[in-house]
């Protein structure tokens, strides 16, 4: 037996309670990770609230694990598995935007979802590059280009600090948004420009971009529309605020405007893999969290003012 969390049903973080789970075997393409980190993000905290996946999870699968972020040593490898063996230091996204249960001391993941943690890159670096690492860049990856002018919001969260590096890696010009307190770490990560949201209107400061990428939705994606050139593109990542409405405004200014998901991918996170080894891009903690606490992690989250990652350690 192990242990796990299980959301007993959609309400506060109450509803996160600690349980005993049997111990996992691996199918023919799985491995059994034994988790150091966990990975936090805001799909989290909206599946606990009883938005997002809570209603499918709900019908499908008793007890609700939540989470999708691990990094961990191999415990075991399925017949199938070829990639990895016992010992292996590994790290990804399991199963999303599927049951990942990944809050847990144990967990099975399909081999085709992980990479190798570089030796250097702890267990809680590696934790926090998996869903939000993955959701910057596969879409940017899609949409930026070297030379291309770009915009990414909330420049200092989970997926805007890696999105900061990784538009840089691909040869953009990044302008981002953040509030004043983070302006010289959102320069760090090799902004050209940034701008402090709560001191001027981001709108007012940049024109004709290429491409932005939306991280809140609501107000700031209509407001948006007025720094993207025509034949632009803004990717939104919250599905609330996305709707046909935007997007018609979008199309008057002959702008594309489209939510995304990401999706699991191991020969995505291989190329975040590489970028971590080589130092190209680093992730940031900003907050770390003992097991038996991961409710407080959520609640963490939940103020939407961290900068980076928030990381569950487990002993």
């Known amino acids: 037996m192990s242990k796990a969390f299980e959301l007993k049903e959609a309400g506060s973080i109450d509803q996160l309670q600690l349980i005993e789970v049997a111990k996992l075997i691996p199918s023919a393409n799985e491995v059994i990770i034994e988790v150091k980190a966990i990975s936090i993000n805001p799909v989290d905290v909206k599946t606990r609230l009883g938005k997002s996946f809570y209603n499918d999870f709900k019908e499908q699968y008793h007890p609700i694990i939540l989470g999708w972020d691990v990094s961990g040593i191999v415990e075991s490898v399925g017949e199938n598995v070829t990639d990895f063996k016992i010992g292996d230091a590994v790290f990804g996204m399991v199963n999303f935007p599927g049951h990942g249960k990944a809050y847990a001391e144990y967990v099975a993941a399909p081999a085709s979802h992980l990479a190798r943690k570089p030796e250097q890159v ?55 948004t953040t509030s004043g307190k983070n302006i010289d770490f959102v320069k760090s990560l090799g902004a050209d420009i940034v701008i402090d949201y709560t001191e001027q209107p981001f709108e007012n400061s940049v024109k004709n971009l290429d491409f932005a990428l939306d991280a809140l939705s609501g107000e700031t994606l209509e407001r948006t529309i007025q720094t993207v050139r025509k034949g632009g593109t803004i990717i939104t990542l919250p599905s609330a605020g996305f709707n046909e409405a935007v997007v018609e405004k979008g199309k008057e200014n002959n702008i594309t405007i489209a939510f995304e998901m990401v999706e699991s991918n191991g020969d995505d996170m291989r190329q975040i893999a590489d970028w971590l080894q080589s130092g190209k891009l680093k992730a940031t903690v900003g907050h770390t969290f003992p097991f038996e606490k991961l409710s407080q992690a959520h609640a963490q989250v939940e103020t939407g003012k961290t900068r980076g990652k928030v990381i569950v350690t487990v002993p």
């Open 122 to 176: 702890s267990h809680e670096e590696a934790a926090a590059a998996t869903l939000a690492a993955l959701t910057a860049y596969q879409v940017l990856k899609r949409h930026v280009h070297s030379g291309d002018s770009v915009l990414i919001h909330a420049a200092a969260g989970g997926v805007g600090h890696f999105a900061v590096q990784i538009a840089k890696i691909l040869g953009a010009h990044v302008t981002g």
